[in-house]
């Protein structure tokens, strides 16, 4: 499985980090990748990370340098590093996985879902 957590209320210009904590079944070979979808709207990718860290992706019209990914693989966890966040961030968060080599970021790339974290931007 995949677990999120961190997620909740923050004022704008604030930040979270949210954690991904994911089952030995995808540690190895299995990208890891951060997910979001606000209401009424298509679930997009915002940042995603390869078993190794050596490939990383970003949405830049989300990301706009705000937010980093890192893979802790000894904690079985990836992390999203939030920072300057906006109302327009607010949204259910979602990790996933994939079996790809590379970090790829597109929703229809992912077969395993977490439940979804909600981040809340406002004041």
């Known amino acids: 499985p995949l677990v999120e957590s961190g997620g909740g209320l923050v004022q704008p210009g604030g930040s979270l980090r949210l954690s991904c904590e994911y089952s030995?079944?995808?540690?190895?070979?299995?990208?890891i990748g951060w997910f979001r979808q606000a209401p009424g709207k298509e679930r997009e990718g915002v940042s995603c990370?390869?078993?190794?860290?050596?490939?990383?992706?970003k949405n830049a019209d989300v990301v706009k340098g705000r937010f980093t990914i890192s893979r802790d693989s000894a904690k079985n966890t990836v992390y999203l590093q939030m920072n300057s966040l906006k109302p327009e961030d607010t949204a259910l968060y979602f990790c996933?996985?994939?079996?790809?080599?590379?970090?790829?970021?597109?929703?229809?790339?992912?077969?395993?879902w977490g439940q979804g974290i909600q981040v809340t931007v406002s004041s």
């Open positions: 996933g996985a994939t079996y790809n080599d590379y970090a790829i970021c597109k929703v229809d790339g992912y077969r395993y």
């Open positions: 030995d079944d995808f540690k190895s070979y299995y990208t």
């Open positions: 990370i390869n078993h190794d860290s050596t490939d990383v992706r």
